[in-house]
């Protein structure tokens, strides 16, 4: 069963809001409340502020790894250029053909 879970720090929250927006700061928050294994983020500015407090970050593209390895889709490249052509997610080029390397395409 789902269930929303807020935030229990809002001065902290506030804290991290100097550097950035609302939604961001609160889910850094609440992986440090939760002891989170994991928080899902690729804000640079957010990545940030995340390793500080010593949370270990995986972002869209590393999930795109995971569901290649896990058979949930077929290639990476095709998935990482719709977001490119299709929204605003943003990709170096190196960082672009590290990820194809590591997907083996």
């Known amino acids: 069963m789902d269930r ?3 935030v229990t720090n809002k001065q902290l929250v506030k804290k991290l809001e100097f550097n950035l ?3 961001e700061a609160e ?3 609440l992986a440090v409340e939760l002891n989170a294994n994991q928080l ?3 804000e640079r500015l957010g990545r940030q502020e995340a390793n500080k407090l ?3 970050l ?3 593209l590393g999930m795109l790894l995971i569901a290649k390895k896990k058979g949930l889709i077929s290639n990476v490249k095709s998935v990482m250029d719709d977001l490119i052509t299709q929204t605003t997610f943003r990709v170096g080029d190196q960082l672009y ?3 194809l390397k ?3 395409e």
């Open 4 to 6: 929303i879970q807020s």
């Open 21 to 23: 927006d609302q939604g």
């Open 27 to 29: 889910a850094i928050i």
């Open 40 to 42: 899902l983020i690729d």
């Open 54 to 56: 010593g949370l270990s």
């Open 58 to 60: 995986i972002g869209v």
């Open 97 to 99: 053909y590290r990820i």
């Open 102 to 104: 590591e997907a083996n």
